[in-house]
């Protein structure tokens, strides 16, 4: 089959929310429009369904990067993408897997089975399943999809679903990268990477990201701070709950000393450096246990019972540097903070619901593979 008549049909697939490949093939004899755009005959035979995977599995993931990148390369030269101010987010897709396929057990057991279904796969002729494919959930698995993660979406249950990441350029709402991972893939993880992938892609620098408070880790904002590109990302931390810490003294009540490395507390006291949590790269303070326990303020500064602590994160110099325009997640009292806002809205809401559409999320769509 020609090449572009098999692109096309893929393009159809998605663009008209087919519900699968087999039902494509089955409504192309029947539409005037699709015969038009495949170049297709009245009475020229449609091909197997299975020519699209075929194709898919002997083009392989870069061939379809390569189209992307040269579509996106085709709309910088037309002057539809600035590349400086991107966009970022993520959209939980559901998988083409019910619920009920999600079986639980032991990390080992689970690695065993899902080996032997990717055994079983690379068998099948219309395998969708990449050689590179790494386990996620150590004791979740789905039967029927067994790279989709099981992870919940709000207050419903959980399900094999989809993280599908996407940067957007601010000019003209093109998107410029995009990465697809099993749902329990965080999207902050991916924030550097679509940064870097559309910096390649565009041959632009970022000069601001913005994004919501999912995205707003200490991580990002010291690596944002680093490469030089101002962020307006909501802080993940203010979503937590903070019941403990009402009534009580904040970090910035004690004030640290570059010098020695300590920090003084309301009541003139000493917090030294004790250890260092390699998970989230932050030091720990505290003061002698028998000193904030003889405190006359420790009323307002505690309610732990080994007294209080505050950490430090190791590169706490540029997250103090960052500048306070970047804790913008939702429309602010800036002009400039509501307009950036609003922006984003009206770049992503579209796409996001056009992603939830195809993957059957409220509005009924269907369901799909991403691979």
Same mark, same amino acid.
């Given at each position: 089959m020609d090449p572009v008549a098999i692109l096309k049909m893929m393009f159809l697939l998605f663009f008209d929310d087919v519900p699968s490949e087999?039902?494509?093939?089955k409504i192309i004899a029947?539409?005037?429009d699709y015969l038009w755009f495949l170049d297709y005959s009245l009475d020229e035979e449609i091909p197997d369904h299975s020519v699209l995977s075929k194709a898919r599995a002997r083009w392989g993931k870069e061939v379809f990067e390569s189209l992307f990148i040269r579509t996106v390369a085709q709309c910088v030269e037309a002057g539809l993408v600035d590349g400086k101010k991107l966009h970022v987010d993520a959209s939980l897709i559901d998988a083409d897997a019910a619920k009920e396929s999600v079986i639980k057990s032991s990390p080992e057991l689970i690695a065993a089975l899902k080996q032997a279904y990717r055994a079983t796969e690379s068998k099948l002729e219309d395998t969708t399943t990449p050689e590179s494919y790494e386990a996620v959930n150590d004791r979740l698995m789905s039967r029927s999809d067994p790279d989709a993660a099981a992870v919940r979406r709000g207050g419903g249950d959980s399900r094999p679903r989809y993280h599908h990441h996407r940067a957007i350029d601010d000019q003209k709402g %093109?998107? &410029?990268? %995009?990465? &697809? &991972?099993p749902g329990s893939?965080?999207?902050n993880k991916k924030l550097l990477g679509l940064i870097e992938q559309h910096e390649k892609n565009t041959g632009s620098k970022v000069e601001v990201a913005i994004a919501d408070y999912k995205y707003g880790t200490q991580e990002n904002y010291v690596a944002c701070a680093e490469r030089g590109t101002a962020s307006h990302m909501g802080d993940a931390t203010a979503k937590q709950n903070h019941v403990r810490s009402q009534g009580i003294f904040p970090e910035s009540a004690f004030a640290y000393d570059p010098v020695k490395d300590i920090y003084r507390c309301p009541a003139g006291e000493t917090l030294k450096p004790r250890r260092l949590h390699w998970a989230n790269r932050t030091i720990e303070y505290k003061a002698a246990k028998k000193v904030c326990a003889g405190c006359l303020l420790?009323?307002?500064c505690t309610r732990a019972?080994?007294?209080r602590t505050l950490r430090r994160h190791e590169k706490q110099v540029a997250l103090d540097q960052r500048e306070p325009r970047r804790t913008v997640a939702r429309p602010s009292a800036t002009a400039e903070g509501?307009?950036?806002?609003?922006k984003r809205v009206l770049l992503m809401r579209p796409i996001i619901t056009t992603s939830s559409a195809h993957a059957g999320g409220d509005s009924g769509g269907s369901k799909f593979k991403i691979t």
């Open positions: 087999r039902e494509l093939m029947e539409r005037l %093109v998107i &410029t990268a %995009v990465e &697809t &991972t893939i965080p999207e420790r009323a307002q019972s080994n007294g509501e307009g950036i806002s609003w």
